[in-house]
């Protein structure tokens, strides 16, 4: 895979990462209502925020591009300056709670971008990574254009630093 190839997919993920860790966030205290707000078109008002999972995402991608490898020291700066712009829930739950979960989730909808998270939030428990984790996969497999317009406008927009490796 050439690295135009790995930046595209990247660029993808993360922006279904974003998108769901986002709206995993803006339901996390009432999951439950998330379906019928999107059956009648009252989303949440934009920018749809990002949390510590979208911050560690892209740091991880900017680290691999420079380096093409993870850099320990380098991805520990990188989480440092990212996490001063935004913090997690704090929730609770551990990843032998989240990945299976979330996966089990991904695997369920890899053609339905919506369908994915909307199953995902409903599942309660750390929504915004659940739904983070979810996104970066199904987005995969829908592409951008497989995610609604109306959500990817939404998400609050970020750059990704040191695209060209130096």
């Known amino acids: 895979m050439t690295h135009e190839n ?22 996390s205290s009432a999951p439950k209502a998330a379906r019928a707000r999107v059956q009648q078109n009252r989303l949440p008002p934009r ?38 712009k935004v913090l997690g829930s704090g929730f609770l ?13 991904a695997t369920r909808h890899l053609g339905n971008f919506v369908e994915a998270i909307l199953d995902t939030v409903s599942g309660d428990g750390d929504c915004d990574t659940n739904c983070a984790i979810v996104g970066g996969i199904v987005s995969l497999y829908v ?10 406008s939404a998400r609050e927009q970020f750059t990704i630093e040191s695209l060209a490796r130096e």
């Open 6 to 27: 790995r930046l595209s997919g990247a660029s993808i993920s993360l922006g279904g990462l974003a998108i769901g860790d986002a709206f995993g966030e803006m339901f």
């Open 47 to 84: 920018p749809w925020r990002r949390t510590d999972d979208t911050e560690t995402a892209l740091a991880i991608v900017e680290v691999l591009n420079r380096f093409g490898r993870i850099d320990q020291d380098a991805l520990a700066q990188r989480f440092a300056e990212r996490a001063a």
């Open 93 to 105: 739950v551990t990843a032998p709670d989240t990945v299976p979960f979330a996966l089990w989730s």
């Open 143 to 152: 592409g951008l254009d497989g995610i609604p317009a109306t959500w990817r």
